[in-house]
């Protein structure tokens, strides 16, 4: 089980903010937010990861709610570059809940 | 950040044949990593975790007689496609748990064809 909910599919004109949701609800204590994007016939690529207070890096800032059910992850100025699905997981560093398990994901098209 | 590669990127083989498809940790050593397979327009299935030096763990309605994952070093995991049919045709990726901070880094994927 994925354990997060995502929108299937988004839209966002280049040099905007993205802003992607997702709902994690049943998240545990010691486990963190992560996001991943794919990019059409590549591997994953990290984004960014989070426990309980927000984060920024050079790619995107994360944005998880005080309660930890659900966080935004923030492109701040998105380009066609940008375009792929983006994945929301939620996973403990150690034992069995350190494996990554794949939700559906949320499709981010960038349009001119 | 850390690399993790794949080989081969792509291959296409006959039906019955054999696939072997490598992962390698290339500047960390990986006592865990895990496979995963991908159908078009579908999301990543996690099919099995490989863990060094022993038999690796398989998710449920994975046939571990049909993939064969053997992780003989902390920097490579095979991952051996058995009597592949045109229905085990999918993107194949690798992922590897880092040591200490248990970050995982992903592999850039194997696209498999069978005729």
């Known amino acids: 089980d994925a354990k997060t909910t995502q929108p299937p599919s988004m839209d966002c004109a280049e040099g905007r903010a993205a802003n992607l949701p997702c709902n994690h609800s049943t998240i545990s204590g010691n486990e963190y937010v992560y996001w991943y994007r794919q990019i059409h016939s590549q591997g994953p690529q990290y984004i960014i990861h989070?426990?309980?207070n927000n984060e920024t890096n050079e790619m995107a800032s994360l944005i998880i709610t005080e309660d930890r059910k659900s966080s935004t992850l923030i492109l701040p100025h998105a380009t066609l570059r940008d375009t792929a699905v983006y994945y929301c997981?939620?996973?403990?560093?150690?034992?069995?809940?350190?494996?990554?398990?794949f939700g559906t994901g949320t499709r981010l098209q960038v349009t001119l | 950040g850390a690399v993790v590669s794949q080989h081969p990127s792509w291959v296409i083989c006959k039906s019955g044949t054999s696939v072997k498809i490598e992962c390698r940790s290339l500047d960390f050593q990986a006592t865990t990593m895990f496979w995963y397979r991908q159908f078009p327009k579908q999301s990543l299935m996690l099919m099995a975790t490989?863990?060094?030096?022993?038999?690796?763990?398989?998710e449920q309605g994975v046939e571990k007689d049909k993939f064969l994952i053997n992780h003989a070093s902390l920097t490579l995991s095979t991952l051996t496609v058995t009597s592949a049919h045109p229905e085990d045709s999918s993107f194949y990726i690798c992922?590897?748990?880092?040591?200490?901070?248990?970050?995982?880094?992903f592999g850039e994927g194997s696209r498999l064809t069978v005729l």
């Open positions: 989070g426990l309980k």
């Open positions: 490989s863990n060094e030096g022993s038999k690796a763990t398989y």
């Open positions: 997981i939620v996973r403990a560093l150690t034992g069995t809940a350190s494996k990554l398990t």
């Open positions: 992922s590897a748990r880092a040591p200490g901070t248990g970050e995982l880094f």
